[in-house]
């Protein structure tokens, strides 16, 4: 079936520093790719989403590309900040009827 | 323009018991989904409701039912309540169509459940 796998967290960085979040997924076809971020205490926020192979998805400095070919979806930003702190989750739109299937998620942890 | 609004924010209930959350959906997303999220299973999809028919359905037992109404306001419904219900409850709306119109799905704030 499908799913999604994201790197074990949790993840610190000092400000500044370059964030990578990897997320990989199996599925049949071409699902839309997301990438959600949860703050402490809050639901879910769209952060950024790919619908088709090699789309790059980019929003407040993050970015990410839809690869088919190694099926991934990493998170990037050049420059974190202390605000950045939160989990991250991956999430891939499964056939039919707006399902979404998410990674595990990823705590990111930014100290100045 | 508004987002997902759930009610309530925060509630305890004891084992036995049944509770209600309702979900009032983006203006004009006729598509309301419900989502399970506890520390040990993560995030997990409950149902699915379109123009008041669930067309789609998680892998959760029968006590976990929902509903949608005419103006697309959904509820969800837990009888029975056990201690591993406790769980943050995410609703999300997202216009009409399917996952392969590239729709974007919206969450709302959730509702912490706690059982005690």
């Known amino acids: 079936g499908n799913s999604v796998t994201q790197m074990e967290g949790p993840v610190t960085l000092s400000e500044e520093a370059f964030l990578t979040i990897n997320c990989t997924y199996t599925?049949?076809?071409?699902?839309?790719l997301f990438w959600y971020v949860q703050y402490p205490g809050e639901g879910l926020q769209l952060l950024l989403k790919a619908t088709k192979a090699d789309d790059k998805g980019s929003n407040k400095g993050f970015e990410a590309t839809y690869r088919k070919e190694t099926t991934s979806f990493h998170l990037e930003k050049g420059s974190v900040q202390v605000s950045d702190s939160a989990v991250y989750f991956c999430?891939?739109?499964?056939?039919?009827?707006?399902?979404?299937?998410f990674g595990a998620g990823t705590r990111l942890a930014v100290h100045p | 323009k508004a987002g997902v609004t759930q009610t309530p924010r925060y509630l305890i209930k004891t084992r036995g018991q049944q509770v209600t959350l309702s979900c009032s959906p983006i203006s004009g997303h006729r598509s309301v989904s419900w989502y399970q999220q506890t520390p040990g299973q993560g995030l997990q999809f409950l149902f699915e409701y379109f123009s008041e028919t669930q067309r789609n359905k998680g892998n959760f037992p029968g006590r976990f039912s929902g509903r949608q109404f005419s103006n697309s306001r959904s509820e969800m419904n837990v009888s029975t309540l056990e201690l591993g219900d406790s769980a943050l409850y995410l609703c999300?709306?997202?216009?009409?169509?399917?996952?392969?119109?590239?729709?974007?799905?919206?969450f709302g704030e959730g509702s912490w459940l706690t059982v005690v």
């Open positions: 599925a049949t076809g071409y699902p839309s």
């Open positions: 999430a891939l739109l499964s056939g039919g009827y707006n399902k979404l299937i």
């Open positions: 999300a709306s997202s216009l009409e169509g399917d996952s392969n119109s590239g729709n974007t799905i919206y």
